[in-house]
């Protein structure tokens, strides 16, 4: 059994940054991809990185983040991150990481995800 924790989480002023970490217990970390989602008060979950397992040499993105989010792993410290430079107003929601369990590589489908963790809230506003 997985356990995920987010943490890292806040209130931003727009065109900040922000680096949300996500410590996993139990199960065999560095063999789980690892994906990132947010769900903003209202709207359904949705995605917003990933990355594969191992060294975590593959990673994609939401068109959303792109160009201004990394998304990285320490396997060492069986935890996962998300960087966020230049946060908007429309990044603030929960953002959740899970254990990408199904579906193709690039899936951005909740449903290819599994353990999630109890999520952290990311408020940008000034």
């Known amino acids: 059994q997985v356990s995920l924790v987010e943490s890292g989480g806040g209130l931003v002023q727009p065109g900040g940054s922000l680096r949300l970490s996500c410590a996993a217990s139990?199960?065999?970390?560095?063999?789980?991809?690892m994906g990132w989602f947010r769900q903003a008060p209202g709207k359904e979950r949705e995605f917003v990185a990933a990355i594969s397992a191992l060294s975590g040499s593959n990673t994609y993105y939401s068109d959303s983040v792109e160009g201004r989010s990394t998304i990285s792993r320490d396997n060492a410290k069986n935890t996962v991150y998300l960087q966020i430079n230049s946060l908007k107003p429309e990044d603030t929601g929960v953002y959740y990481c899970?254990?990408?369990?199904?579906?193709?590589?690039?899936?951005?489908?909740?449903?290819?995800?599994?353990?999630w963790g109890q999520g952290t809230q990311v408020t940008v506003s000034s």
């Open positions: 139990g199960g065999t970390f560095s063999s789980y991809a």
């Open positions: 899970a254990i990408k369990s199904s579906g193709p590589w690039r899936s951005r489908d909740s449903d290819d995800f599994r353990s």
